[in-house]
């Protein structure tokens, strides 16, 4: 079983909103780090947002005020709500984990999923 599956991705227009989850058959998020990444073709893969294990959420400039980190701990499951989408927001949408708190991320540490498409169009 694959530890941490996406979903949700799509197409969708400029202006327009997406839901992303993440399925967590594995990482308690009392003790992991869970963050959403982003992989754009031929650019380095780019941290959109984190949630603590204490609940704290941090996002990146780009999309602060338009996505949303969520998590359902009964039913172990990450999202990512994403409002006023841009044609820049497509991307592969990655969710992960690493243990402890966000402050010891190390993508050479992390657990990813195998991601979900999203593109959006002007």
């Known amino acids: 079983q694959v530890p941490l599956v996406e979903s949700g991705g799509g197409s969708a227009q400029a202006g327009g909103s997406l839901n992303l989850s993440c399925a967590n058959s594995?990482?308690?998020?009392?003790?992991?780090?869970m963050a959403w990444f982003r992989r754009i073709p031929g650019k380095e893969r780019e941290r959109v947002a984190t949630?603590?294990?204490?609940?704290?959420?941090d996002y990146a400039e780009s999309v602060e005020g338009r996505f949303t980190i969520s998590r359902d701990n009964a039913k172990n499951t990450l999202y990512l709500q994403m409002n006023s989408l841009k044609p820049e927001d497509t991307a592969t949408y990655y969710c992960?984990?690493?243990?402890?708190?966000?402050?010891?991320?190390?993508?050479?540490?992390?657990?990813w999923g195998q991601g979900t498409p999203v593109t959006v169009s002007s």
């Open positions: 992960a984990a690493v243990y402890g708190d966000c402050r010891s991320w190390r993508n050479e540490r992390a657990h």
């Open positions: 594995r990482y308690s998020s009392k003790l992991y780090c």
């Open positions: 949630i603590d294990t204490d609940g704290t959420t």
